[in-house]
């Protein structure tokens, strides 16, 4: 059971701050170097429910209670002050955790785990592995999936949540000075900024029919329509906080995609008998089954691409080739480079996708575009 925020707690007041001004003292005079990491629940909502920041900088460890927190504000401050290095071990779903409390991107981000592929120690390494790796320090995983919106907290809880964040500071100091000798400082800065801005934007997948691999079966209208279904769920799951799935579920949107007119009058008559809430995404869903997709909706969606397309195969073989080879050069993952998905998208749409740029475009495109 989720306490009264206007409650009083039992949180140990050495471990735990738990308004803004005392946020403030801890932090200094600011500009600090802080380790941040969240904890968060997702099960019944589209936007995560923050149930834990912790917090490592100058002065020990801390745990703030965002149920009890107060001005929350203070905290998004405190993390989006431009003199700030904030320190986070795969960011990209803390970022969306923390989100509606900052008031700009965290600009100071130093994402760990995109640190390491830079400093050759592989791509996506977990934080406990990375740990191990570089401090020779064994963490444990046991409350992974902890309620972390129960309270009070278990001793081990708040153990496992400390440890999350006091080793990031020597950590940091490892990688960077890895990054610094191998020279891509500031390749790393480019991608931390840029996953700063598309947490605090909450960009939109504009082609999330690509998910559905069975979609290569379709045809161009159906799988516009499935686009363009796909993108009103997510709006709608968006407004509404809810899951994706309990807007609509999959089985749902593929039938409405394939078959619109049979889809559209079962919608209609399920109407009248529905709830308001329901009966409101039911007519905005009939809406869009109603209007045939135009030709630039079909121009500026990507097909999907058949499994066994030989044509597709080797254009995918001659890109990988070309990643692999930069590389290996440049002594980083290809992973790093570019993913699968980006010369999916290269292949279909005669260009690469506009989130693939900075230094990957100026590196990767001129000899990818040379293999198409």
């Known amino acids: 059971m989720v306490p009264n925020p206007d409650e009083s707690t039992t949180h140990p007041t050495e471990l735990w701050i738990e308004d803004g001004p005392t946020l403030l003292e801890w932090r200094g005079e600011g500009g600090q ?12 909502t589209y936007w995560p429910t923050l149930a834990l920041v912790q917090l490592a900088g100058p002065a020990p460890a801390t745990l703030i209670d965002p149920l009890v927190f107060k001005p929350l504000e203070t905290l998004g401050q405190v993390l989006a002050d431009p003199a700030a290095t904030i320190l986070m071990h795969s960011a990209s779903e803390d970022l969306v955790a923390l989100r509606p409390l900052l008031p ?13 592929a830079f400093a050759g120690l592989g791509a996506g390494l977990g934080y406990q592995a990375c740990v191990a790796q570089l401090l020779g320090v064994h963490l444990e995983k046991q409350e992974t999936r902890s309620n972390w919106l129960a309270r009070p907290l278990s001793d081990r809880q708040i153990s496992y949540a400390l440890d999350d964040v006091r080793h990031l500071h020597r950590v940091h100091a490892l990688l960077d000075d890895r990054l610094k000798t191998r020279g891509y400082a500031s390749w790393h800065r480019e991608d931390c900024r840029r996953l700063a801005e598309n947490g605090w934007r909450g960009e939109t997948d504009e082609q999330p ?9 379709w045809s161009p209208l159906a799988q516009a329509q499935l686009r363009r279904i796909l993108l009103w769920r997510e709006q709608a799951a968006r407004e509404r906080d809810l899951p994706r799935r309990w807007v609509l579920d999959d089985h749902t949107a593929i039938a409405a995609a394939i078959e619109p007119e049979h889809s559209a ?13 329901r009966r409101r995404s039911l007519q905005a869903l009939l809406n869009l089954l109603e209007r045939v997709p135009d030709d630039e909706e079909l121009a500026t969606t990507v097909p999907v691409p058949a499994p066994h397309d030989d044509v597709l195969k080797q254009g995918m073989k001659r890109l990988k080739a070309v990643v692999d080879r930069e590389a290996e050069r440049l002594d980083l993952p290809p992973g790093l480079l570019c993913p699968r998905r980006a010369l999916e998208f290269l292949l279909r749409a005669g260009r690469l996708p ?19």
Do not use: C, H, K, S
């Not at 700009?104 to 390491?116: E, F, H, K, N, V």
């Open 265 to 277: 009058a079962r919608l209609a008559a399920r109407l009248a008998d529905a709830p308001a809430g």
């Open 209 to 217: 029919q690509l998910a559905f691999r069975n979609g290569w079966r």
């Open 33 to 44: 170097i802080l380790a941040v990491d969240t904890e968060f629940v997702r099960e019944r």
């Open 104 to 116: 700009a991107p965290i600009t100071g981000l130093y994402d760990t785990q995109i640190a390491a």
């Open 354 to 372: 506009d989130d693939l740029a900075g230094w990957r475009r100026e590196v990767l495109e001129p000899a990818l575009v040379a293999e198409l």
